[in-house]
C-alpha cells in the first residue's frame, strides 16, 4: 500500500453519544457516514442509526438532508480555519499554512468532501457565509502578510498558487491518485512538494526572460 494510503480520519463518530447534545451527535454520524459510502450515499436513515437517536432526529434538527450538509460545511470551515490559522504565523506563515491546509483535509475527509460541494447546501445561509468568509480570511490575510513581508506585489496571485496548490494535493491524496504513483512519505510532502514550486518557478521564471 502507498504511503497515502496510511492516513487515517480523525472522525468524530465513535465517541460515544451523550444525550442532549443530539446535533452534534447526527453532525459527527453524518460525517463518518459521508467518509464511509460519499456524500452521495448518505441518507438520513442511517446517519441516525450511527448516531444512536430516532430516525425522525436528524429531519428534526436540520430539515432535511441539504440542510444537514449547510450544518456539516460550516462547521468544517469553522474548524479548518481554526486549525489553519494557528499555524499561519511568522515570516513564512503563508506557507505553513498551506501546509496545515492539506494536513487537514487529509484528515478531515468528511467534512472536505461537502465544505468544497456547494449544490450539496444552502450557500446562501447566513451561519455558513460567514464560517466561509472567516476560512478565506485566514488564507487572505497569511497571503497579504507574506506579500508585506518579502516585498511581493501580488498578494492576489499568491492567494490563487497556495490555495490550487493545496486544495490539488489534498483532493489528489484522497481520491488516491497518488497511490502507485508518486511514492513520497507523508512528512516529506511538504520538502517535497516545496521543491517541485522551487523547479516549477525557475522555469517560469525563464519563460518570462525568453530564455
Known amino acids: ?20 447534545d443530539l446535533r452534534s451527535a447526527v453532525i459527527d454520524a453524518a460525517v463518518a457516514e459521508v467518509e464511509a459510502v460519499g456524500a452521495a450515499g448518505v441518507s438520513l436513515r442511517k446517519i ?34 481554526e486549525a489553519i490559522g494557528q499555524r499561519t504565523t511568522g515570516r513564512f506563515g503563508f506557507l505553513d499554512g498551506g501546509v496545515a491546509y492539506v494536513e487537514w483535509a487529509i484528515t478531515h475527509p468528511g467534512y472536505f468532501e461537502v465544505m468544497y460541494r456547494p449544490g450539496l447546501y444552502r450557500t446562501d445561509d447566513p451561519h455558513l457565509v460567514r464560517a466561509k468568509d472567516a476560512a478565506f480570511d485566514v488564507l487572505n490575510g497569511s497571503a497579504a502578510a ?49 521543491q517541485g514550486v522551487i523547479a516549477l518557478g525557475s522555469v517560469t521564471a525563464k519563460r518570462q526572460r525568453g530564455a
Open 48 to 81: 441516525a442509526r450511527r448516531a444512536g437517536v430516532s430516525h425522525a432526529a436528524p429531519m428534526h434538527h436540520f430539515g432535511d438532508k441539504t440542510g444537514l450538509f449547510t450544518a456539516i460545511a460550516t462547521e468544517g470551515f469553522r474548524l479548518s480555519a
Open 1 to 20: 500500500m502507498s504511503s497515502f494510503g496510511r492516513l487515517r480520519s480523525v472522525s468524530e463518530a465513535d465517541k460515544p453519544y451523550h444525550h442532549g
Open 146 to 194: 507574506l506579500a508585506a513581508e518579502w516585498d511581493l506585489d501580488d498578494a492576489a496571485g499568491l492567494v490563487l498558487a497556495g490555495w490550487s496548490l493545496g486544495h490539488g494535493l489534498a483532493t489528489l491524496i484522497l481520491a488516491g491518485n497518488l497511490n502507485g504513483r508518486i511514492d513520497i512519505e507523508p512528512d516529506q510532502i511538504a520538502a517535497r512538494l516545496e
